[in-house]
T-cell receptor, first 111, second 115 residues
């Protein structure tokens, strides 16, 4: 059974600092998604990583995928308050067409 | 495109009542997913459909929950009878048909409170 783990579960950062969220998964997959959820809102797709070594960047967020290590990272550069949200990674569940979601990382950026 | 549409956005009901949640997927999307989100259990997949056919309902918590998709543009999730522990946010999501899992687009959710 595919398991997806994120760490940390909660991250409190100061504005201007850098940090990384980690997403580990238990079985082979070469397709990984990152989502953002603002408090009280729905999930919004951020990045789709479709192969080993894939890197996507938008603004202060950069996501990468290492399929050999079964690891994806979401790097935050010079955090700003607007990035405060919960970030989920999700892994392709294979032939089922399901996405297996991680537990989420609650990011709080303090002024 | 209007995105995934869910109704109602908020529902407050009393224990024992029937609750029906509705979802309209994005036009052209062949997969529809129902999720439940709570603080304690996180995001759980309840059931998903492909071309209106239920594919996997192993996440449905018990027989009180049922879901249907009578056509490509409409799905319902019904809880009968409802219980306080069913209080959660219920999301519907849809994705395109592909041989691999594709980006799922989520609706705004229905916040259900069972008193």
């Amino acid at each position: 059974e595919l398991k997806v783990e994120q760490n940390p579960l909660f991250l409190s950062m100061q504005e201007g600092k850098n940090y990384t969220i980690y997403c580990n998964y238990s079985t082979t997959s070469d397709r990984l998604y990152w989502y953002r959820q603002d408090p009280g809102k729905s999930l919004e797709s951020l990045f789709v990583l479709l192969s080993n070594g894939a890197v996507k960047q938008e603004g202060r967020l950069m996501a990468s995928l290492d399929t050999k290590a079964r690891l994806s990272t979401l790097h935050i550069t010079a955090a700003v308050h607007d990035l405060s949200a919960t970030y989920f990674c999700a892994v392709d569940g294979g032939a089922t067409n399901k996405l297996i979601f991680g537990t989420g990382t609650l990011l709080a950026v303090q002024p | 495109d209007a995105g995934v549409i869910q109704s109602p956005r908020h529902e407050v009901t009393e224990m024992g009542q029937e609750v029906t949640l509705r979802c309209k997927p994005i036009s052209g999307h062949d997969y529809l997913f129902w999720y439940r989100q709570t603080m304690m259990r996180g995001l759980e997949l309840l059931i998903y459909f492909n071309n209106n056919v239920p594919i996997d309902d192993s996440g449905m918590p018990e027989d009180r929950f049922s879901a249907k998709m009578p056509n490509a543009s409409f799905s319902t999730l019904k809880i009968q009878p409802s219980e306080p522990r069913d209080s959660a946010v219920y999301f519907c999501a849809s994705s395109r048909n592909s041989r691999r899992a594709d980006t799922q687009y989520f609706g705004p959710g229905t916040r259900l409170t069972v008193l």
